[in-house]
């Protein structure tokens, strides 16, 4: 059977364009690092990459979130931790006047050195954080914490923090609106996904699957009066009774020992806050280094299934090589030179 020069050209032209394409795709491989550009060229493959995929989405939004709250919450923690130490201090002082102390310009002082402290405490109550009030439960309008001008009490997102109490039947702050509980407003649970499987019953966010990222004021820095006494539990308000009890030119010995006591127990009450909230910020901790472990492991199994393999590809493309230099050369004894000189 006779073979005629234009079938050996046609022919010898398809294997130099198979060639050609095939050190091309290679090429691209090794360039975008993707060993496929469509699912259909590895359908198997492809699916599980793309169930990876989400699956990273996914664990990237809830490591997003945990690093978010984490950093709240220890910003939320040194501002507490400040505030303990400046109640030591306080405590210090009052020692002091109760038990050395008994000239009323000295008192004064430490009085003074207590409306300071005090004050401190009132601006980290008002903390922020990334535009964020760190103990203002769901308000982030304006700062929790107020002075009412008349009164000189705290308010807490308007309402004096010695008229709080707490419903425990619902976790719920109040107050009594002319003779009416009424909730005390714009101190909602806030929570956030962290991975947790959030779950829903009815409108209500099951507090088992979220995290709470809100903290109340009157949580932190105490609310009502106590019964037995009738001081304020509260920190900021507290500290003004014992400025003005120190400031009497007459030391009422068993009052301020009662202060004393009083503010012993609120101390103890806030490292409890301290506490919790170092706890919290250790457990999402650990979680946002599981959910890095768990990001990375999905980007590896990502590049297992659509990376290229520079060592199979790299061979590839030396096969290729030299399998166009011996069709280039081929060439000249099959088609024409003017022909081949063009390929070339």
Do not use: C, W
Request: no cysteine; glycine share 6%.
């Amino acid at each position: 059977m006779r073979v005629t020069n234009r079938a050996s050209t046609r022919n010898y032209l398809r294997y130099m364009n198979t060639a050609l394409s095939n050190q091309q795709r290679t090429n691209e491989r090794l360039s975008s690092g993707n060993r496929f550009e469509r699912i259909s060229e590895d359908v198997s493959s492809g699916i599980r990459a793309m169930t990876a995929k989400t699956e990273l989405y996914k664990t990237e939004k809830h490591l997003s979130n945990v690093k978010s709250i984490n950093e709240t919450l220890t910003a939320a923690e040194n501002s507490m931790q400040t505030i303990h130490d400046q109640l030591k201090t306080v405590n210090e002082r009052l020692l002091k006047a109760i038990n050395g102390d008994e000239d009323p310009k000295s008192r004064k002082v430490y009085a003074s050195e207590i409306r300071a402290l005090r004050d401190e405490i009132y601006q980290l109550g008002n903390s922020k954080y990334s535009d964020q009030f760190l103990f203002s439960g769901s308000n982030n309008y304006m700062a929790p914490f107020q002075v009412d001008d008349s009164t000189g009490d705290l308010l807490y997102n308007g309402i004096p923090v010695d008229e709080i109490q707490l419903d425990t039947t619902d976790n719920k702050y109040y107050y009594m609106d002319n003779g009416v509980k009424t909730e005390v407003p714009l101190n909602d649970e806030i929570y956030m996904d962290v991975g947790l499987g959030i779950t829903m019953s009815g409108s209500d966010i099951d507090p088992s699957t979220a995290f709470n990222i809100s903290y109340a004021g009157p949580e932190i820095l105490g609310f009502g009066v106590n019964e037995d006494t009738g001081f304020s539990n509260n920190l900021y308000n507290l500290l003004t009774d014992i400025a003005n009890e120190l400031e009497q030119e007459s030391l009422d010995q068993k009052k301020v020992d009662e202060l004393q006591v009083h503010l012993s127990d609120r101390m103890d009450s806030f490292l409890t806050n301290i506490t919790d909230i170092g706890a919290k910020t250790t457990f999402l901790t650990n979680m946002e280094n599981r959910l890095k472990v768990s990001a990375d492991n999905l980007e590896i199994r990502i590049a297992n299934l659509t990376g290229t393999d520079y060592i199979e590809e790299s061979t590839h493309q030396a096969s290729q090589i030299a399998i166009n230099q011996a069709l280039y050369k081929m060439g000249s004894s099959v088609i024409p030179m003017s022909l081949m000189n063009f390929i070339n």
